[in-house]
């Protein structure tokens, strides 16, 4: 539920849902299966498009008929992705290959989301090279030029046993802020079904997200031959100095790295890392 060592399968329309996907679960990939890797790191000298000069940049990969979005960023032309964030996809032709399609958006809470330039990736050229930083050009969805700015990725053409060394489990934390006791609080007293929130947890696939005021409800089993290389832990890459972020809705999606007057929700990425015994 909480695992994300997956590719995806997901929507039509321009709009993408933070994480949204399906697992590549590794059971029902062929053993000489090709499996692409891609490890978004960061975005610099992205094109405004809100009033402010600033976007709210997302990345959505397409190979294929399936696609793959990143979370999203808040007001910023230059956003980095910490932590990264990994994407597997199966390769249907090994041999000759579809292109990698990379696409950024700004969200935009009403109407449709405006691109802010594409790319391509050749996966011809990646074949036996391990694993490769590479830096995208973007290409101005209007003009055709290359002049939307970068992105800059890990791609990484590998086969199963390799692609599934490793995997990442996330959840997420949330509580609710009491305003007549002034106090946070975890307890969600309305929540009664794992596909409604809120609730203390969720899975981050905030697509299918499923919640629960219990973690263990939404942890995945360890599987077989794994071993725990970094058990549960919240993350500090953002938030305030235990993590936190803040919204004052949570459907609109947009979180904050410092507590707001209108703060009415709080969440923190919790993570564990298991690893192929031997690996």
């Given at each position: ?143 055709g030029k290359a002049e939307c700015g970068t992105i ?128």
């Amino acid at each position: 539920m909480g695992a994300c060592w997956a590719c995806s399968s997901c929507c039509g329309g321009k709009r993408y849902d933070e994480g949204l996907s399906d697992k590549l679960i590794e059971d029902k990939v062929p053993p000489n299966a090709d499996i692409l890797v891609l490890t978004l790191k960061k975005a610099e000298n992205l094109m405004a498009a809100d009033l402010g000069g600033s976007s709210d940049p997302y990345i959505v990969f397409r190979l294929g008929e399936t696609k793959f979005a990143s979370s999203r960023k808040v007001a910023t032309l230059n956003p980095v992705w910490e932590p990264e964030e990994t994407f597997r996809f199966l390769v249907d032709k090994p041999e000759e290959p579809d292109p990698v399609i990379v696409s950024v958006y700004d969200h935009d809470i009403v109407g449709d989301d405006d691109s802010l330039g594409d790319a391509l990736i050749h996966l011809a050229k990646h074949r036996g090279k391990g694993r490769t930083e590479t830096t995208l050009r973007l290409i101005n969805p209007v003009n055709g030029k290359a002049e939307c700015g970068t992105i800059t990725l890990d791609i990484f053409l590998t086969t199963k046993d390799k692609a599934f060394a490793e995997r990442i489990d996330d959840l997420y934390e949330y509580e609710q802020y009491q305003r007549l006791h002034m106090a946070w609080t975890s307890d969600f007293p309305s929540h009664k079904s794992s596909e409604k929130g809120p609730a203390h947890w969720s899975t981050v696939d905030s697509g299918r997200t499923e919640w629960s005021n219990s973690m263990d409800d939404l942890v995945d089993e360890l599987p077989k031959g794994y071993v725990v290389a970094s058990d549960w832990a919240y993350m500090m890459t953002h938030g305030d100095s235990d993590g936190w972020t803040y919204a004052s809705s949570m459907s609109l999606g947009v979180w904050y790295d410092e507590q707001q007057h209108s703060s009415v929700y709080r969440r923190r990425r919790w993570r564990r890392i298991v690893r192929r015994r031997g690996c």
